[in-house]
């Protein structure tokens, strides 16, 4: 059983800057999944890059790690998550809607999902369909074609059986947030906001 940290940091606007968030996040997500301090990490060579694609990798260490925020809310909000294997995570506004990009981005069964679930419906898909591309590397526009089911019970499927997905909200802050990584059938899953924990779940990767 592998284990994911998904690690949220926020800050008010001024104070910092999206990309300066989302890296805090990344190293805090890795001191928090490894149990070693930032300066043990920087002593033992291991940086933050980019590949040319955009993606982030911890360069000296066989950790991944996918990285993500949004201006679409209140406060400036970023997330990261870190997984032993490839991974991608994605935020975004739970209550976010757009038909425009449902009816370009998503397939039929989930735009018919979307409609069932109109509140909520459009953050979960999209969330995971950029999860997803972040997951391949491939950004959306060159990711393969996709599709994703969320059943009654909150089990995630996706077309792709070679990865795994969940999804949840942080109610209080309306953020909708969805995380890809490599097959698995069981996860332990921790998720920190400002660095108390605020999810623990050992099982499937489920919809929340």
């Not at 606007?13 to 999206?18: E, K, N």
């Not at 406060?75 to 449902?102: C, F, N, P, Q």
């Not at 996709?146 to 019970?153: A, G, K, P, R």
């Not at 990865?163 to 921790?190: G, L, N």
């Amino acid at each position: 059983m592998k284990r994911v940290v998904i690690w949220l940091k926020t800050a008010d606007r001024q104070d910092a800057t999206l990309s300066e968030l989302g890296r805090q996040a990344a190293w805090e997500a890795l001191c928090s999944f490894t149990g070693e301090t930032r300066e043990e990490l920087d002593q033992s060579g291991i940086v933050l890059k980019k590949h040319p694609n955009g993606k982030p990798f911890f360069e000296g260490s066989h950790i991944g790690v996918s990285i993500s925020h949004t201006s679409k809310t209140k406060k400036a909000v970023a997330v990261a998550a870190i997984y032993e294997g490839e991974v991608g995570v994605d935020i975004e506004d739970a209550l976010r809607e757009s038909w425009k990009v449902a009816k370009r981005m998503f397939s039929q069964q989930e735009q018919d999902w979307v409609r069932e679930h109109e509140d909520i419906g459009f953050a979960r898909i999209w969330t995971l369909r950029e999860s997803y591309a972040k997951w391949t590397g491939l950004g959306l526009a060159k990711m393969p074609a996709v599709e994703f089911w969320i059943e009654e019970n909150g089990d995630i499927r996706c077309s792709d059986t070679e990865c795994s997905a969940f999804s949840f909200c942080v109610p209080a802050e309306e953020w909708r947030i969805s995380c890809i990584t490599d097959r698995q059938d069981r996860v332990e899953m921790e998720v920190f906001l400002e660095g108390k924990i605020f999810l623990k779940n050992i099982g499937k990767m489920l919809d929340k």
